[in-house]
């Protein structure tokens, strides 16, 4: 039926960690991970790699009606709400035999699954044909509800119920294209939210795969298909909030991805899973574009501010592009130029290809002379935003220089304040040596070392003064 790679995958810890840092990335309006080298994407290849779903084949779509009662009782014999579209999970639980198999004390959550395996296919090995084609109904149902197309909430959408009519056809759908379709329109539900929903081992391993400097993974199992079976995630007994500030300082810091692993990111773009939006036809516009909408800000967060350079190389491909217009604008207008003059260095009587055209010279003269003036406007709003951005760069590399003089000042700082503090200290150690000296001396003195004492005191209340001051 299509299922049985990804049933073969065993239970893989939860990463929320891994998840909401993912999560964070994820630009709506681009559908793709916005991280500091680019747009990455998961794609079809990805999914058929990670889970052995199916990407190819009939397409996963009908449609979607507000109630399924009547099929639900054909298909499942099971009674649902009048107008309701959803199955109680219970419900199906109850006709697979797992709602009374509960965890028994002592059980590992690896044999409490397997337990539950041989329960299924017990129950369904007993039954008789068609019971048994009700109850494999009720499990792809369950499946695809809960694990899968997983939404929120305990019931279960019975939207895939007539792709199960004919149990024969069912492995003949494109399941793992309509599991990436469902991952991006998760991803781009809510930016409040943290989680995902769906089988959620897929975008963990993609992380191990395409993030390995995370270290978020471990390869235990390598050589088995699909890849998920080859790794488990990494424990980490840190706080949530801990691991999710490290791992976010680990992506903004994450070595840039070499030219290999480029060229085969930008074919997955280019050939498969879902394209990124963009308007641009060549590999530097759209660097130039990711750097004006993103620069700095890539990681939408309040904990990190706007960086310096990023805005800086934002604002030096802005004057680039500007640069550019201009550039053209100015070609534009000098072909303008020398389209005017020919025309007007062309009689009335030899005028006949302008006739041909649907107008006479002077019309044809009248339109060219207006075009040159728009464009020499549009040259000198050119030329004008080239100046500002030019004095925007200027002075924001300036403020650059500034901010970096008052680092290294404030590590002078720094620097001199440890000195103070450890010259502080061996002041208060010598004062602590006085002191005892003293008080020996005030016990074993002789009448005739006063004088000792008192040149002591006045040493030591010397000395802590200037522990003071320091």
């Not at 052995?52 to 298909?75: D, F, I, K, M, Q």
């Not at 929903?197 to 390598?222: C, E, I, K, M």
Request: charged share 30%; proline share 4%; glycine share 8%.
């Amino acid at each position: 039926m299509g299922f049985g790679e990804i049933f073969r995958i065993e239970r893989m810890r939860v990463d929320p960690a891994l998840t909401q840092a993912l999560r964070s990335r994820w630009d709506a309006e681009a559908s793709a991970f916005a991280f500091p080298w680019g747009h990455m994407i998961p794609s079809l290849e990805d999914v058929s790699r990670i889970t052995g779903l199916r990407v190819y084949g009939r397409a996963v779509s009908g449609y979607t009606y507000p109630c399924y009662r009547e099929l639900a009782e054909r298909l499942l014999d099971l009674p649902i709400e009048r107008r309701s579209s959803l199955v109680p999970r219970v419900a199906l639980q109850e006709t697979l035999g797992l709602y009374e198999a509960g965890k028994n004390a002592g059980e590992s959550e690896d044999e409490y699954l397997e337990r539950l395996a041989r329960v299924s296919r017990r129950e369904l090995a007993s039954e008789p044909g068609p019971q048994a084609d009700l109850d494999l109904r009720c499990f792809l149902v369950l499946f695809l509800g809960r694990l899968l197309f997983a939404t929120r909430g305990d019931a279960v959408h019975c939207r895939f119920l007539p792709l199960l009519e004919d149990l024969g056809e069912v492995g003949g759908y494109a399941w793992g294209a309509a599991f990436l379709a469902h991952q991006f329109d998760d991803l781009s539900a809510s930016e409040r939210q943290t989680s995902t929903s769906g089988f959620y081992p897929f975008l963990q391993v993609w992380a191990y795969l395409h993030l390995p400097a995370l270290g978020r993974g471990d390869l235990t199992r390598p050589g088995l298909v699909p890849i998920a079976r080859r790794w488990d995630s990494r424990r980490d007994t840190r706080h949530l909030a801990d691991q999710l500030e490290r791992l976010q300082e680990a992506i903004d810091s994450y070595p840039y991805l070499d030219r290999e692993r480029a060229r085969e990111q930008i074919e997955n773009w280019e050939r498969k899973g879902k394209a990124v939006r963009s308007d641009v036809t060549t590999d530097d516009a759209y660097l130039q574009a990711y750097a004006l909408k993103y620069g700095g800000k890539v990681y939408k967060s309040a904990r990190h501010q706007v960086d310096v350079t990023g805005e800086i190389a934002s604002l030096r491909a802005l004057l680039h592009s500007v640069v550019l217009d201009r550039e053209a604008a100015q070609r534009q207008m000098g072909e303008l130029r020398s389209e005017l003059e020919r025309v007007r260095g062309t009689g009335a009587g030899g005028a006949s290809s302008s006739r041909s055209a649907g107008g006479s010279p002077s019309f044809l003269e009248a339109r060219l002379a207006g075009a040159v003036l728009r464009a020499e406007e549009a040259q000198r709003h050119l030329e004008e935003r080239e100046r500002d951005l030019q004095l925007t760069t200027e002075h924001a590399m300036e403020l650059q220089g500034e901010r970096d003089r008052f680092r290294g000042e404030a590590q002078a700082t720094r620097s001199e304040r440890d000195q103070l503090r450890i010259r502080a200290e061996a002041a208060e150690a010598q004062i602590a040596e006085m002191t005892r000296e003293l008080a020996t001396l005030r016990v074993q003195r002789p009448p005739g070392d006063q004088e000792e004492v008192t040149r002591l005191c006045a040493e030591l209340l010397a000395q802590q003064t200037q522990a003071r001051s320091l």
